[in-house]
């Protein structure tokens, strides 16, 4: 049996660059995959023509980016208008994103508009880790003065993490998000499908391994080292160094004795966050200057992602819907919601639909940074050698893909300084 440098379980975006970046540095990598195709929560369905993401999806200006930029990924696509629309007291109004519709903007007095205008000079030089420890209503009740700025905040840093936690997400990180988008954040031609075919195409180039629709049922160690990678119909996969991108909640699962380790508060502190996402391809757009609007009073986003990439082949746009939920969700509720919100944006919609795709409740994260949170979890799972985590809830401070990515590179980085130390003699270890 061969035994592999790094196996990976999990062929979703951290998993993916976890194994480039390991074969990269010249190891022999495997990806373990349950499904019957690569990708994660990050691939693209075609529906008539039109191609549709696990819900709405824009790649920040953050880590994710610049590490597919160094992959030197071909990822075409374009930056979104930031003219936005919100919805308050199931109205359309501007909303304030730059100089003209800050003073156009019916939904802001005199002295609100001040207020805005001085934090749109004022973000993009934040130092934002000065928040990370405060929660983000903590940061909005202090800094805001005017009651509509302090909800249009509220409804901006919503979309930026996706979690309807204010009192739990911690203001650092997703001020850092809203400071990222400040600087546009760019739709996929022909969807998120597009990244994960590169990454993909750049794993394979490397050498890397795959063992597609193959679930993995446990991890064996021994000694407080790993051994193998056990899969459903039997494989073993021998190896040095494993790398889980899958939930806390499945590593846990999927390592026996892990109550005795850090998997354990990985897997208790986590929380999770989900969102119900209607995505629709329209014929053409009834009300064509709306495409872009935040649900001020209401929990709701939506975006014609069209307007900035190729998403169908036949001219259809497509638009995703995000309602963002809490700890209790009710399916037909937030469809009803999302279908009223398109009602209001585009009406007579139903008219012109060519595709249709709804997803109840997707987990946009598995955990996220929080003010409960006792410690940040990975790369390494201290308690037994060679076993690391990465994913999007692994987080050191980056947000949703950034997350993934970041995450992936930290375990390999950790496993290649690792042998490092393990090739110095013990007396000139820690030298330098
Ligand atoms: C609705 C929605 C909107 C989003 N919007 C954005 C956005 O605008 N910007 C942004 O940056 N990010 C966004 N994201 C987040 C982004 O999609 C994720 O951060 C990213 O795709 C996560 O990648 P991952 O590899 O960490 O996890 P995943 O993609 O979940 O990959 C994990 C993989 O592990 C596999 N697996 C699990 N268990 C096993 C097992 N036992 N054996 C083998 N394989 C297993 C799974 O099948 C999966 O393929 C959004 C997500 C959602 C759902």
């Known amino acids: 049996m061969e035994t592999y440098d790094v196996a990976i379980v999990g062929g979703g975006v951290a998993g993916l660059t976890a194994a480039i970046y390991a074969a990269r540095a010249g190891k022999q990598a495997i990806i373990i995959e349950k499904q019957d195709r690569l990708g994660g929560r990050a691939i693209t369905n075609k529906k008539n023509g039109a191609y549709f993401n696990l819900g709405g999806h824009a790649l920040y200006r953050g880590d994710a980016l610049a590490t597919f930029r160094e992959l030197e990924l071909n990822l075409p696509g374009d930056q979104p208008s930031i003219d936005a629309y919100g919805i308050w007291k199931g109205k359309l109004s501007v909303l304030p994103m730059g100089v003209t519709s800050l003073f156009t903007t019916p939904l802001l007095t005199w002295k609100g508009k001040m207020e805005v205008a001085a934090w749109l000079a004022k973000l993009a030089k934040l130092d934002t880790h000065q928040y990370d420890q405060i929660s983000l209503r903590e940061w909005i009740e202090t800094n805001l003065q005017d009651p509509m700025v302090r909800n249009v ?3 901006l840093l ?11 997400q911690a203001a650092g990180q997703v001020l850092k998000q809203l400071q990222n988008s400040m600087h546009g954040v760019l739709y996929l031609d022909r969807g998120w499908g597009v990244l994960v075919d590169e990454l993909r195409k750049k794993a394979s180039k490397c ?4 063992l597609i629709k193959n679930k993995v049922n446990r991890i064996e160690h021994q000694n407080g080292m790993v051994q193998h990678v056990l899969c459903e119909d039997g494989t073993r996969v021998s190896a040095r160094n494993i790398i889980l991108t899958t939930s806390p909640a499945i590593a846990h699962e999927l390592v026996p004795d892990a109550e005795a380790t850090a998997l354990h508060t990985w897997k208790e502190q986590a929380i999770e966050v989900t969102a119900a996402c209607l995505d ?7 009300k064509p200057k709306q495409q872009f609007v935040y649900g001020i009073d209401q929990p709701v986003f939506l975006s014609n992602q069209s307007r900035a990439a190729y998403l169908s082949e036949d001219g259809a746009q497509v638009i995703s819907l995000i309602k963002y939920q809490g700890m209790e969700t009710n399916s037909e509720k937030d469809l009803q919601d999302l279908e009223q919100t398109l009602d209001l944006v585009q009406p007579g919609w139903r008219d012109e639909l060519v595709a249709k795709q709804y997803l109840p409740k997707i987990t946009v994260c598995h955990d996220f940074m929080h003010v409960k949170r006792q410690e940040n979890p990975g790369p390494a799972v201290p308690e037994i050698n060679g076993l690391y985590v990465a994913g999007e ?4 401070g980056e947000l949703l893909v950034d997350a993934a990515t970041a995450s992936a590179k930290r375990a390999v980085q950790h496993i290649l300084s690792h042998e490092e130390m393990e090739r110095t003699p013990y007396e000139h270890r820690n030298i330098v």
Not at 207 to 210: A, E, K, P, Q, S
Not at 280 to 286: D, I, Q, T
Not at 393 to 396: C, E, G, P
């Open 153 to 155: 905040f509220y409804a």
């Open 158 to 168: 919503r979309t930026a993490s996706y979690a309807m936690a204010p009192d739990l």
């Open 207 to 210: 050498g890397v391994h795959f």
């Open 280 to 286: 629709v391809a329209l014929r053409r757009l009834p």
């Open 393 to 396: 809830w692994a987080s050191h």
